[in-house]
T-cell receptor, first 114, second 116 residues
Framework: AQSVTQLDSQVPVFEEAPVELRCNYSSSVSVYLFWYVQYPNQGLQLLLKYLSGSTLVKGINGFEAEFNKSQTSFHLRKPSVHISDTAEYFCAVTSDTGRRALTFGSGTRLQVQP | NAGVMQNPRHLVRRRGQEARLRCSPMKGHSHVYWYRQLPEEGLKFMVYLQKENIIDESGMPKERFSAEFPKEGPSILRIQQVVRGDSAAYFC??????????????FGPGTRLTVL
């Protein structure tokens, strides 16, 4: 079984400040990891994914994440946020066993203030 | 290339009625997934289908819920005799066919079901 923990339910931050959204996972097998963004009343959009290779993954909109196997973490970072980054962010995991269901964390609401 | 389409976007039902949610995958995608998002929670996997086959239904409630993906037409998630606890956003995702263990899932805008 897999699980995902997003440690912060809300993260307020000022515009142009850096931000880190934390994600930890547990799994007994190798995993693929994802970050999705959800704007109000919309579906999910993929920000970035880790499948294999380099542990530092760059995504869209200036976001990046680092896979840390020893700490079972996949934290999302952005060096300078914009008002338009205000949204809900979900970390998700699936295994490399062929079972395709994604397991999601409970989400982190990023609130960017002017 | 149109994305994943879901309809209706909003659906209101009274307790005991049936709810039918439709999902048209992206062109060329033959895999469909349904997820449910309860208020203030993350998405929970319900079912994974390929054309005319249910591959993984480990997240589906045992009663009242069913899903299909016919050879022609959209995938349908059906909820019979709805109860207030079924109120949620239901998201469909699709992915292309492939031999690898992972294919990226593209999400639709969701159907928000409200049970009165």
């Amino acid at each position: 079984a897999q699980s995902v923990t997003q440690l912060d339910s809300q993260v307020p931050v000022f515009e142009e400040a850096p931000v880190e959204l934390r994600c930890n996972y547990s799994s007994s097998v190798s995993v693929y990891l994802f970050w999705y963004v959800q704007y109000p009343n919309q579906g999910l959009q993929l920000l970035l994914k880790y499948l294999s290779g380099s542990t530092l993954v760059k995504g869209i909109n200036g976001f990046e994440a680092e896979f840390n196997k020893s700490q079972t973490s996949f934290h999302l970072r952005k060096p300078s946020v914009h008002i338009s980054d205000t949204a809900e962010y979900f970390c998700a995991v699936t295994s490399d066993t062929g079972r395709r269901a994604l397991t999601f964390g409970s989400g982190t609401r990023l609130q960017v203030q002017p | 290339n149109a994305g994943v389409m879901q309809n209706p976007r909003h659906l209101v039902r009274r307790r005991g009625q049936e709810a039918r949610l439709r999902c048209s995958p992206m062109k060329g995608h033959s895999h469909v997934y349904w997820y449910r998002q309860l208020p203030e929670e993350g998405l929970k996997f319900m079912v994974y289908l390929q054309k005319e086959n249910i591959i993984d239904e480990s997240g589906m409630p045992k009663e009242r819920f069913s899903a299909e993906f016919p050879k022609e037409g959209p995938s349908i998630l059906r909820i019979q005799q709805v109860v207030r606890g079924d109120s949620a956003a239901y998201f469909c995702a699709s992915s292309p066919p492939g031999q690898g263990s992972y294919n990226e899932q593209f999400f639709g805008p969701g159907t928000r079901l409200t049970v009165l």
